[in-house]
């Protein structure tokens, strides 16, 4: 069964850093574009940083750049991202997305809340 299954949100104030990850099953993500996006609270879903597939160079949105990184780890089968220095816009669920061709997988989210 393929799935991908985030976690590592929670309750953290402004200032602070959390690790997300993303664990694959049922597929491996080599050859995939990886990538985390977020929904907040009355707003679009919007990309928030992606490994890419041909080159496995990194995107951020400017939103988070210079404050997130994104890795993976193949032998485990995972993603990360590091979220530093947090802020209260940076409120949301977090998605993980692995994508290659026409097969597109999406994780259930992790909730992260900035808040003090």
């Known amino acids: 069964q393929v799935q991908l299954v985030e976690s590592g949100g929670g309750l953290v104030q402004p200032g602070g850093s959390l690790r997300l990850s993303c664990a694959a099953s049922g597929f491996t993500l080599d050859y995939y574009a990886i990538g985390w996006f977020r929904r907040a609270p009355g707003k679009e879903r919007e990309g928030v940083s992606c490994?890419?597939?041909?080159?496995?160079?990194?995107y951020y949105a400017d939103s988070v750049k210079g404050r997130f990184s994104i890795s993976r780890d193949n032998a485990k089968n995972t993603v990360y991202l590091q979220m530093n220095s947090l802020k209260p816009e940076d409120t949301a669920v977090y998605y993980c997305n692995a994508r290659r061709g026409l097969m597109d997988y999406w994780g259930k989210g992790t909730l992260v809340t900035v808040s003090s």
């Open positions: 490994i890419r597939s041909t080159d496995g160079s990194p």
